[in-house]
């Protein structure tokens, strides 16, 4: 197997482990700039030059894309994608998860606890914003800041507005604010996700008064073991972010875990050492595992030409399959196949025909594009009294910012 490690940095100690795991195993591993990668776009056949020479083909990419080349990295890895190379992190995900409004704006849609957080763009919304939350202190932060650089606790609103107007103003830097989880008192927890599973964990502690654990920010790490609840949540947003390798922080908040952030190039070097987990393994495992199974658009794919597609079906009391087996749903009759049942957090792939469908699950069905919109539930019709909307459950999304 030939695997390429997408890295500005040969030396950097995540590079360095990841090439190492992959040699030990006996494949073939190159460290490839993805800066001096170019992109040529052709019909029927994408291709990717490295410093001018075509590139030969890899079995797996992992992508490890700094903050300050997101769009260019991204790019590459999309190509890469597009020459059905496997990709340990998908392109889409890792735009997605730079962006701390984006992520949380897909996030919130899940039962994952995050801290209420407010984008504005006028002055005058930021003190209506900040009472609605509770008032100060409240955080405030770069959009794509990270290593904690532009993350501001801000004791009064009068000092949150200052602060966003130092940013916002001349510098047009897009902030946001959120609600201060006090309660974790400047340490957060580190889970290090590969694949389903949390592989290492550690408890990050801040350095003297400082709010924010980041090791770049001088905090210090110790193993901790996590219970069922941190875990599920972590590898619960990775999923929701299409990562297969994430780094999930979590604060520690008074009702359970609070999602702070999902990284898709999460280093190796604090949690190795901290927990003396062979993570660059645990990757190089995952991709033994996975490469047969490149990410497909199922819908590019299917729907296009022949008429067939998919469509989540979400189920409540009212759906005509609530409490029905599969087979008395009368899908198959229909020509439609239930590829997966979404219950909760758990994934039901491939159901059989006994399995009872149940109110809160979302059924993945394949099947003609005509049939498919019949089944789609029909969207609700605008009421003249306003009620306070009610989480659906059922909703979820179909991937990441879909
Ligand atoms: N809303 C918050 N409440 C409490 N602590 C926070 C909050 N937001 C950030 N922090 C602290 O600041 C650190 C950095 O924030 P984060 O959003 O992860 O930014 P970065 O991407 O720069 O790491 C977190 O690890 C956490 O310790
Ligand atoms: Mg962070």
Do not use: W
């Not at 190492?20 to 029927?44: F, H, K, M, W």
């Not at 070097?269 to 901290?274: D, H, K, P, T, V």
């Not at 490469?291 to 729907?303: A, C, G, S, W």
């Amino acid at each position: 197997m030939r695997i390429a490690i997408l890295s500005r940095g040969p030396k950097l100690y995540s590079t360095r482990r990841l090439k190492e795991a992959a040699e030990t195993r006996g494949y073939e591993a190159r460290v490839l700039n993805p800066l001096s990668c170019s992109i040529e776009v052709a019909q029927g056949s994408p291709l990717l030059y490295y410093k001018n020479k075509k590139l030969s083909p890899y079995d797996a990419v992992i992508p490890r894309i700094g903050a300050s080349i997101t769009f260019f990295g991204t790019a590459v890895l999309r190509q890469f994608e597009q020459m059905g190379t496997f990709c340990v992190n998908p392109s889409h995900s890792i735009t997605v998860s730079r962006d701390k409004l984006r992520a949380l704006q897909v996030l919130s849609r899940h039962r994952i606890r995050i801290p209420t957080t407010l984008f504005v763009r006028h002055k005058s919304e930021i003190l209506p914003g900040i009472a609605r939350m509770g008032g100060p202190p409240v955080v405030v932060k770069l959009l794509e800041g990270t290593q904690g650089i532009g993350v501001i606790l801000a004791d009064s609103t009068k000092v949150a507005e200052a602060i966003i107007e130092t940013l916002a103003g001349p510098a047009k830097m897009s902030v946001l604010l959120q609600k201060f989880v006090a309660e974790s008192r400047g340490r957060d927890i580190r889970a290090f996700v590969v694949g389903n599973r949390v592989v290492a964990a550690m408890r990050r502690t801040a350095s003297g008064d400082d709010f924010r654990s980041n090791i770049h920010r001088g905090g210090s790490a110790e193993v901790v073991e996590l219970d069922e609840e941190y875990q599920r949540a972590a590898v619960h947003a990775a999923q929701i972010m299409g990562l297969r390798v994430a780094g999930v922080d979590l604060l520690e908040g008074k009702n359970g875990p609070v999602l702070m952030e999902v990284n898709s190039s999460p280093g190796l070097e604090g949690i190795e050492s901290a927990t003396g987990v062979d993570i660059a393994g645990e990757i190089i495992s995952l991709i033994e595992d996975e490469v047969l199974f490149p990410d497909i658009d199922i819908r590019q794919r299917l729907t296009l030409q022949s008429g067939y597609g998919v469509i989540e079906i979400p189920v409540d009391e009212r759906s005509e399959f609530c409490g029905k087996t599969i087979r008395d749903s009368k899908l198959r009759e229909r020509d439609v196949l239930v590829l997966t049942i979404q219950r909760e957090s758990v994934t039901i792939p491939n159901p059989r025909v006994d399995r009872e469908i149940l109110a809160g699950d979302v059924l993945l069905c394949f099947g003609k594009t005509l049939t498919l919109k019949g089944l789609a539930p029909p969207r609700r019709a605008k009421t003249k009294k306003r009620r306070k909307a009610a989480p659906n459950p059922g909703a979820d999304e179909p991937g990441p910012d879909a």
